[in-house]
């Protein structure tokens, strides 16, 4: 059990976090004519090893929906898929998630100079990889504030706005979170709420360094064998 003195502490450790988000947030905001970053969170494993599966594509269909919508208010958007080659129940996808997603979004009509997918994984991550929503918002975030732009999207799981967005706190910005919720998901509301966020709120804030259980055990899980 925690005590009152450590709950209170970390409360005012994420106010602190909150706080300084939205003053940076505030410090983009622009009026018009916005630069806009959209995170769309990719879901593994593949269908057949190289295509989005249906939890994926939902994602992605939203994603081209806000790219289109923002556009069309003059804003200059680009889009970032996330993730790198995963591996699922001993099974490897052939290419990366990351790869998947842009190849949906090519086949849809984005132009590929719009699009970011393992050039970021690999700018922000090198070696390490994109395998976890940590990772995700590390590189989203960070490639935020490189690039200037004004405004975050993620499109989610509803399941995950609440971890993810305190993620995107710890590294400094606040994403407008726009979910697609599906009657299956693979993520999991109660282990959400009693393991992932306490994690997040109270153990480990970032999930980015090499002592970080959660972190590393992850990325350990999803690395396929040959990648090792």
């Known amino acids: ?52 599966g249906k939890e994926f594509k939902a994602r992605l269909d939203k994603g081209i929906e806000l790219f289109n919508q923002e556009r069309s208010k003059g804003n200059f958007v680009e889009i970032y898929v996330p993730g790198s080659r995963h591996m699922y129940n001993g099974i490897a996808d052939k290419i990366s998630l990351a790869s998947a997603g842009k190849i ?35 590189v989203s975030s960070s490639y935020f504030k490189d690039g200037n732009f004004n405004k975050l999207i993620s499109v989610l799981s509803p399941v995950q706005i609440m971890r993810k967005s305190l993620l995107y706190m710890e590294f400094g910005v606040i994403p407008l979170s726009y979910s697609v919720p599906l009657d299956e998901t693979y993520h999991n509301y109660i282990v959400e709420a009693t393991f992932q966020i306490p994690y997040v709120l109270y153990e480990d804030h970032s999930w980015q360094g090499k002592d970080s259980v959660l972190g590393q055990k992850t990325r350990q899980e999803r690395i396929p064998k040959d990648d090792k």
């Open 1 to 52: 059990m925690f005590t009152e003195e450590f709950l209170a502490e970390q409360k005012q450790y994420w106010l602190k976090k909150y706080a300084e988000a939205k003053d940076f947030m505030l410090s983009r905001t622009v009026k018009e004519n916005a630069k806009v970053l959209i995170e769309i969170a990719a879901q593994h494993p593949l269908k057949d090893g190289d295509k989005p």
């Open 104 to 138: 949906y979004l090519l086949n849809h009509g984005i132009d590929e100079k719009l699009i970011h997918a393992d050039d970021l994984n690999e700018k922000y991550k090198g070696n390490e990889g994109v395998y976890n929503s940590a990772d995700e918002c590390f």
